[in-house]
């Protein structure tokens, strides 16, 4: 696998890393568009390990990844070059300005000092920290530290950038404007963006791209209309006997439940449509209505990782405990 197609961001090939006995990334192939991708996955899915895997920072077990078009394992200095990196960890020197700290970042990415200092200026101004870009980064919030590593992350204009976790230990208001600033640099600013997180909502707001992963293992990759439109549910209404149409559904084969008043199945042919409807007229009910549901990303979610430990969040428990 010696080069990306242009329309990959990157390219993974049977990549796996263990640490002894404990693999974090297992056998992960996987074709990546550019689009605003989120990576969703529970606390130690293997999210990090991956996005570190691809920025070169730690050498696979085996396996190979493509990035930008160019092999990580020879061209590591030069993708880093065109790639921004939000880390979780608070990583931030405390006694430094944020001016002071992004101007540095700027020209570590080789911008002439002065241009530096400008661009760093102009890229807090974006993330909203014009007025605090000369105070000490010690005394700075979590919401602004977290902008402050945002800052750094794009003060290189990349073509990609990682962000791992950036909403997190975010009140509501800190993490819906995180977001908000996250899809203006995708969306206004054209840079491609993955954003690593365990909570559901963020991935959904942002994200047009979704890769999961449970236990290390990829679990899907796909866009996410498309996925949420291939796993939707069919809803039936009737006029009748609920258990008596559930009778007739399983004659044919057809798994279905019932939600209240409504029945849910899956249905995906015509053929399967047809099946349905004459199961309404042996179950001597009326139809009323056979229509799909789309589904949010947390009941993909839900549907296609079973079994986890520690379970992605939903917004409702991400405000609970005021993540």
Partial sequence: MATAPADFV?????????????????????????????L????????????????????????????????????????????????????????????????????????????????????????????????????????????????????????????????????????????????????????????SSHILGDVERVCDYVIMLDSGRLVVADDVTHLRQTTADVVVRIDGSIPDLLNALGKRGIEATQQGSEVLLQARSDAEFDAVRDAVVEANAALRALQPRELSLEDVYIRTVSGLDAPVATQDQVAARGD
């Fill in 40 to 195: 969703l996955g529970a606390n130690g899915a293997g999210k990090s390990t991956l996005i570190k895997g691809l920025l070169g920072l730690l050498q696979p077990t085996s396996g190979s990844a493509v990035v930008l078009g160019m092999p990580v394992a020879s061209q590591g200095p030069l993708i880093r070059q065109r790639i921004g990196y939000m880390p979780e960890s608070d990583t931030l020197p405390n006694d430094v300005t944020a001016s002071d700290f992004v101007g540095h970042m700027a020209e570590i990415s080789g911008l002439p000092p002065r241009p530096a200092r400008q661009r760093a200026n102009d890229v807090l101004y974006q993330v909203g920290l014009n007025e605090e870009r000369y105070r000490l980064m010690r005394e700075f919030s979590t919401g602004m530290k977290q902008r402050v590593k945002l800052a750094q992350a794009i003060v290189h204009d990349p073509e990609l950038v990682f962000l791992d976790e950036p909403t997190n230990g975010m009140d509501p208001q800190g993490r819906d404007e995180m977001l908000d600033l996250i899809r203006k640099i995708h969306n206004e600013l054209g840079i491609t963006v993955m954003l």
């Fill in 10 to 38: 990157f390219e993974t090939d049977a990549f796996r890393k263990a640490y002894g006995s404990i693999v974090a990334l297992e056998a992960l192939s996987v074709q990546v568009p550019r689009a605003a991708i989120g």
